[in-house]
């Protein structure tokens, strides 16, 4: 898999709404589950969500749920992060990557990490 490229972060208000895009290059990208992750300053990378290979199925962290969508166009190479009642707890640089492993939320079983797409949520 190639390289990865988050887009779409911001300043937003809380209770707003923002989708963030991470486009893939690379011809094997519908081969592999992709994921969200997040990195408040002075914490740990954490996860968010992943989509598998497909886009038939997916899963959230506990924070996220009910209030994040993820989704997948293979046919652009690209995967969505629709993030709706935002809240300032969500402030993060946003990272998505590549596994394998559908169904991880572990860090170390993803790769090929993009840049990132700083996300700042006020109060």
């Known amino acids: 898999q190639g390289q990865l490229v988050e887009s779409g972060g911001g300043l937003v208000q809380a209770g707003d709404s923002l989708r963030l895009s991470c486009a893939a290059s690379g011809r094997t990208f519908s081969s592999y589950a992709a994921g969200w992750f997040r990195q408040a300053p002075g914490k740990e990378r954490e996860f968010v969500s992943a989509?598998?290979?497909?886009?038939?199925?997916?899963y959230y962290a506990d924070s996220v749920k009910g209030r994040f969508t993820i989704s997948r166009d293979n046919a652009k190479n690209t995967v969505y992060l629709q993030m709706s009642s935002l809240k300032p707890e969500d402030t993060a640089v946003y990272y998505c990557a590549v596994t394998l492993l559908y169904g991880s939320a572990r860090r170390a079983d993803f790769r090929s990490w993009g840049q990132g797409t700083q996300v700042t949520v006020s109060s």
């Open positions: 989509i598998s290979a497909s886009g038939t199925s997916t």
